[in-house]
């Protein structure tokens, strides 16, 4: 069963690009893509201490939530696989088949999907909806939306002590915002995080940051903050010149950047740095998967 090898630490590479040299900027890229191919990135991280807690906890089964191509579900679904625990995931909203790759992944790694209807989804976090999940399926372990809580801020706060680098600045996209509450809260001294939204209207990010570092370490910081404006039409949408970015990436640096989050990230950061707002020094990017 447990046969899981993580790859870690994740590899850090330079990224030489005239678009940089022309600001002085160094930019480094944290390859958290790379610690596994079922559990990448940050989902690894966020993972690690759950999983930790399931087992000491003796659960048999994971319960989770997640949209249709949600990264989360999926890492739960391969997690469950790769650990031993059962794994539930529901679904936002109805069933649409056949299921979409990612849905379809959860499956063939064992996850039993259940759907829910948007207006109780929404309710996902109250007693009333909760209960009865926990009775029906006995008591699971319940990893919230996204995978964030304080456990997995608290595994997020294990990357930037990996990096063996003197830095400014350590940008992630935004999805829930439990990555970027554990990268800040282990920061040193002047250095910054910077998160990138990959939702429009992510303002209510920045107070769930704050929610989610005092739940972890019993304060929040005020080390970072978050770009709103880098979400290219919203989540899970792109526009055409996001595609264009990804391509030029990919020529230029042969690096697939996935566009629901990392892409929008590595966009957004690229025309700040055009615009100087980032002049000579040293930035780390997550490449969260
Ligand atoms: C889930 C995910 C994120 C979002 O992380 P949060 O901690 O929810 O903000 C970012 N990048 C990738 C690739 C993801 O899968």
Not at 123 to 128: L, M, P, T
Not at 170 to 195: F, H, N
Request: glycine share 10%.
């Amino acid at each position: 069963m447990n046969t899981f090898e993580p790859r870690l630490p994740s590899p850090l590479q330079e990224l030489r690009d005239e678009r940089l040299a022309e600001r002085g900027v160094r930019l480094w890229l944290k390859r958290e893509d790379l610690i596994h191919p079922d559990i990448p990135g940050n989902k690894y991280r966020k993972m690690k201490y759950n999983l930790d807690a399931a087992r000491t906890r003796n659960v048999k089964t994971l319960l989770t939530f997640g949209g249709a191509y949600s990264n989360h579900l999926r890492a739960t679904a391969a997690a469950g696989a790769i650990f031993g625990f059962d794994t539930v995931g529901i679904v936002r909203g109805e069933e649409h088949l056949p299921l979409n790759d990612s849905l379809q992944f959860c499956v063939d790694h064992g996850m039993l999907l259940q759907y829910m209807d948007r207006d109780m989804y929404r309710r996902k976090v109250e007693k009333a909806v909760l209960d009865p999940l926990r009775e029906r399926f006995c008591d699971p372990f319940v990893l919230p939306e996204g995978g964030s809580n304080d456990l997995a801020v608290a595994g997020c706060a294990e990357i930037v002590p990996e990096f063996d680098l003197d830095f400014d600045y350590v940008c992630c996209p935004v999805g829930t915002g439990g990555t970027l509450a554990g990268l800040a809260a282990s920061l040193c001294g002047k250095q910054r995080a910077i998160g990138f939204s990959a939702l429009k209207g992510g303002g209510f990010l920045n107070e769930d940051v704050i929610v989610l570092q005092r739940a972890a370490f019993g304060y929040a910081t005020d080390n970072w903050h978050i770009e709103l404006d880098y979400h290219f039409g919203g989540f899970a949408k792109r526009t055409a010149s996001l595609d264009e970015f990804i391509a030029t990436f990919w020529r230029r640096h042969g690096i697939v950047l996935d566009w629901v989050y990392v892409a929008k990230m590595v966009a957004g950061l690229f025309a700040m740095i055009e615009r100087g707002s980032f002049d000579d020094c040293t930035i780390v990017c997550l490449i969260t998967g």
